[in-house]
């Protein structure tokens, strides 16, 4: 339903069928939001294609929207073409040639590079900026971060670290 309401569609409601009241609740709610959203005039900003729209534009929206959900779970590429009002063989194509990488890589690449300049410029603890890469857990993070810069996480901290004590 999230899906549903986020690109656009707030006619859709959810029913239950079984006798779950934890999920009966959410039900409700989620019905709830979506006819607010509905009196309120929502419109998803990132599903505002117009004739104008060209592949190039259309892979440059879903770059922002990944640079603004870096923390969240990727959409499927089926559900972003769907947001981004195109077809997901056409939406992986314009991707693959315009930044010659997939989309999953782009997306995992700028969850790295985000976790690099968190590591060197905050003393946020590593585990915890991992999670705010969108990493499960650490490991997955340091295995993915060791794979594409051929150091560890920790060697960055570490390098950090002694370089602010030399300049003290």
Same mark, same amino acid.
């Given at each position: 339903?999230?899906?549903?309401?986020?690109?656009?569609?707030?006619?859709? #409601?959810?029913?239950?069928?079984?006798?779950?009241?934890? *999920?009966?609740?959410?039900?409700?709610?989620?019905?709830?939001?979506?006819?607010?959203?509905?009196?309120?005039?929502?419109?998803?900003?990132?599903?505002?294609?117009?004739?104008?729209?060209?592949?190039?534009?259309?892979? @440059?929206?879903?770059?922002?929207?990944? @640079?603004?959900?870096?923390?969240?779970?990727?959409?499927?590429?089926?559900?972003?073409?769907?947001?981004?009002?195109?077809?997901?063989?056409?939406?992986?194509?314009?991707? #693959?040639?315009?930044?010659?990488?997939?989309?999953? @890589?782009?997306?995992?690449?700028? #969850?790295?590079?985000?976790?690099?300049?968190?590591? @060197?410029?905050?003393?946020?603890?590593?585990?915890?900026?991992?999670?705010?890469?969108? *990493?499960?857990?650490?490991?997955?993070? *340091?295995?993915? *971060?060791?794979?594409?810069?051929?150091?560890?996480?920790?060697?960055?901290?570490?390098?950090?670290?002694?370089?602010?004590?030399?300049?003290?």
């Amino acid at each position: 339903m999230l899906l549903e309401i986020a690109n656009g569609n707030l006619a859709f #409601r959810l029913t239950v069928k079984d006798q779950d009241t934890n *999920f009966e609740e959410l039900v409700i709610i989620l019905n709830k939001a979506a006819e607010k959203m509905q009196e309120l005039g929502y419109n998803n900003p990132y599903n505002n294609k117009t004739s104008n729209d060209t592949p190039a534009l259309i892979v @440059q929206k879903v770059q922002d929207y990944i @640079q603004n959900h870096l923390e969240e779970k990727l959409p499927t590429t089926n559900e972003l073409s769907i947001m981004f009002g195109t077809n997901e063989f056409t939406l992986k194509e314009s991707f #693959r040639n315009s930044l010659q990488t997939s989309i999953y @890589q782009y997306y995992n690449d700028e #969850r790295l590079k985000k976790g690099h300049l968190l590591i @060197q410029h905050t003393p946020i603890p590593l585990k915890e900026i991992a999670f705010m890469c969108g *990493f499960n857990d650490y490991t997955n993070f *340091f295995k993915a *971060f060791k794979k594409k810069y051929h150091y560890t996480p920790s060697d960055v901290k570490r390098d950090t670290d002694l370089s602010k004590l030399s300049e003290d």
